[in-house]
């Protein structure tokens, strides 16, 4: 144990350190780790009792999920594998944050003060560290994105009956995403690994870095104009849906079918506009529009939002329709009783 005196001139010496630690991975991964908690609470709401609680291992969760699929009745084998995909790629990313927080806590601050020889600062020494996992962190990431935003398209395109035209219209759109997005890893994140290729170093030198920051924002422009795309067109079409129910039935004899059918598509549509809120912001926190602490936090959380929203519209969902479902059975019974009295007394006053 160092004597006193040694003690605090190095704390002197790691207090901006520190600070840097603090402000970049300590409280973003804090509060990832509580997304990442409550993506799988959300997981256990949907399939599972509520009252378990999720404090068991993720595995032994996972396990328990796709036993809880294979005993329902009703399969829907697309949400599983998603579900299953988004979280595997959310998992890697907290664990490479996890394992990054660690690294600058536990190895690179004691190791290299600021008086170190070398000279390096924390922060250089903190990326040198970090390359590769942050590489491959940063794959995961962007993968979970694109996936995200095929659902968006997705839910689109079988609102509007799965039109030839929409669905050649998406498919391009998707590939010009894929593309966008791995250039810009390959060109981009690439820098990040400790020996990045030649080809991405000339590159990023190109006109000072402008190109490399253009690619950066031309991919994040083209996700946010999909996702708002997606919103657009299906908060077109529940508003279509809601005036056509309301031409066709009034209020009061709305079906169960009906009242379900308005109910998702508002609970998409809500969600809808709130991912793409949060998306846009994460493109201008990202860009540095309100500073680097608010790019560093929108880093670490998006990733996990991006997983837990696809499950999110599925949990809520099966909630909504069932409660809408007893409301319409029970309003359908009142008034099915009161045509019974009034048919009843009807044909009394015609004795």
């Known amino acids: 144990m160092p004597a006193p005196g040694v003690m605090i001139t ?8 520190m600070k840097l ?16 908690c409550e993506y799988w609470k959300l997981k256990l709401e949907h399939r599972a009792d509520k009252g378990l609680a999720c404090q068991a291992m993720y595995t032994a969760l996972m396990i328990f999920y796709c036993i ?7 399969r829907a084998s697309g949400i599983l594998s998603v579900s299953i995909c988004l979280y595997i790629l959310c998992s890697i990313c907290w664990v490479f944050d996890c394992w ?5 806590l536990v190895r690179i601050l004691p190791s290299r003060p600021l008086s170190d020889e070398d000279g390096l600062r924390a922060h250089e020494a903190l990326q040198e560290s970090d390359g590769n996992v942050r590489f491959a962190r940063n794959a995961c990431e962007l993968t979970v994105f694109v996936l995200a935003d095929t659902i968006s398209l997705w839910r689109a395109y079988v609102l509007y009956s799965r039109p030839r035209l929409l669905k050649i219209l998406f498919s391009i759109m998707l590939i010009v995403y894929i593309v966008l997005f791995s250039l810009d890893l390959i060109l981009r994140d690439v820098l990040f690994l400790k020996s990045p ?5 000339r590159f990023s030198h190109l006109d000072s870095g402008l190109y490399v920051l253009a690619l950066g924002e031309l ?7 999909t996702q708002v795309l997606a919103t657009v067109m299906i908060a077109k079409k529940a508003l279509l849906h809601r005036r056509e129910v309301q031409d066709l039935l009034p209020v009061h004899r709305s079906s169960a079918d009906s009242l379900r059918a308005t109910a ?7 969600t809808g506009i709130t991912y793409t809120i949060i998306f846009i912001s994460y493109i201008l926190l990202t860009a540095g529009v309100f500073g680097i602490s608010g790019g560093i936090w929108a880093d670490f959380l998006m990733c996990q939002i991006s997983g837990i929203c696809p499950m999110l519209v599925v949990v809520v969902v099966s909630l909504r329709t069932s409660i809408l479902e007893q409301n319409a059975m029970n309003a359908l019974a009142n008034t099915t009783g009161s045509l019974h ?3 009843d007394g009807d044909v009394e006053d015609r004795r």
């Open 219 to 225: 991919a994040g422009s083209w996700a946010a104009f």
């Open 21 to 36: 630690v603090a402000d970049w991975p300590i409280f973003p991964v804090m509060v990832e780790s509580m997304l990442f």
């Open 197 to 201: 290729p030649a080809f991405a170093v």
């Open 100 to 104: 990054m927080l660690w690294n600058a």
């Open 264 to 270: 998702v598509l508002y609970i998409v549509l809500e």
């Open 341 to 343: 009295v009034f048919v």
């Open 68 to 74: 809880k699929y294979w005993s329902s009745k009703r």
């Open 10 to 17: 190095q704390l002197n010496q790691t207090n901006d350190p």
